[in-house]
């Protein structure tokens, strides 16, 4: 695999795609997907709003639960009360900011997010009820069409650890606090500004190297048949 390389914020060995909703810098396999692509949808109970950063699209289905293979998405909560429902789906939320969250679920799973980073791993199609600890939050979610793919979600710089070993067929990386610079194994660095999202396709395996700020990486899996 080839990977160039970005460089103080520059790209080379590639255009920067624009158009009127969404701005994505490819770099060989890999694409930068930056803030302006992002989309707000409302959620499913009409209950909030959350910012998809990326959503693979399902080409067998164009709405509910099947509309996406996977999806990755940020979202504010402000006030206690269910999550929405999405049938067939397994779902990763990481907690960004705020002073806790907790997450009790219909098949007796309790969750307790008490600390920046924290994470919760649960079905999406169970009940699930967000209570607050003290006041809003803010958090990061991944969810995987479990006939499809599933997901494997690492946060990587926050508490000085910055080497993960690939082995996926798509990895994604998203900065968190700030610019982080990726050395994939066997190619040139990548850098990611503040708040892109990375995506490689059939991402080389082996040892990759993080630095800069908090970086949470999703590595996704296809299910054998949905390959």
């Not at 080839?2 to 701005?23: C, E, H, K």
Request: hydrophobic residues 35%; aromatic residues 8%; charged residues 20%.
């Amino acid at each position: 695999h080839s990977v160039g390389a970005r460089i103080a914020g520059d790209l080379y060995m590639s255009p920067l795609i624009r158009a009127p909703t969404f701005y994505i810098a490819i770099v060989n396999n890999f694409q930068i997907h930056q803030p302006k692509s992002y989309q707000e949808v409302p959620w499913r109970n009409g209950l909030g709003k959350t910012l998809v950063l990326l959503s693979e699209p399902n080409p067998g289905c164009d709405s509910g639960s099947g509309a996406f293979v996977y999806r990755l998405s940020i979202a504010g909560v402000a006030s206690n009360g269910p999550f929405s429902r999405f049938d067939d789906c397994d779902r990763t939320l990481v907690l960004l900011d705020g002073k806790g969250l907790t997450l009790t679920h219909s098949n007796g799973q309790v969750d307790e997010l008490r600390t920046r980073f924290a994470e919760a791993r649960f079905p999406g199609d169970i009940e699930t009820v967000a209570t607050l600890q003290h006041g809003p939050v803010r958090d990061f979610n991944v969810i995987c069409h479990r006939h499809h793919c599933s997901a494997k979600v690492t946060v990587l710089g926050h508490d000085g650890s910055n080497r993960l070993d690939v082995n996926s067929d798509v990895l994604l990386a998203y900065a968190v606090d700030g610019p982080a610079r990726i050395l994939p194994r066997g190619g040139p660095p990548v850098r990611i500004d503040y708040r892109d999202l990375l995506q490689c396709k059939d991402p080389p395996h082996g040892r990759w190297i993080f630095s800069g700020g908090p970086v949470i990486v999703v590595q996704i899996q296809y299910q054998p048949a949905a390959q």
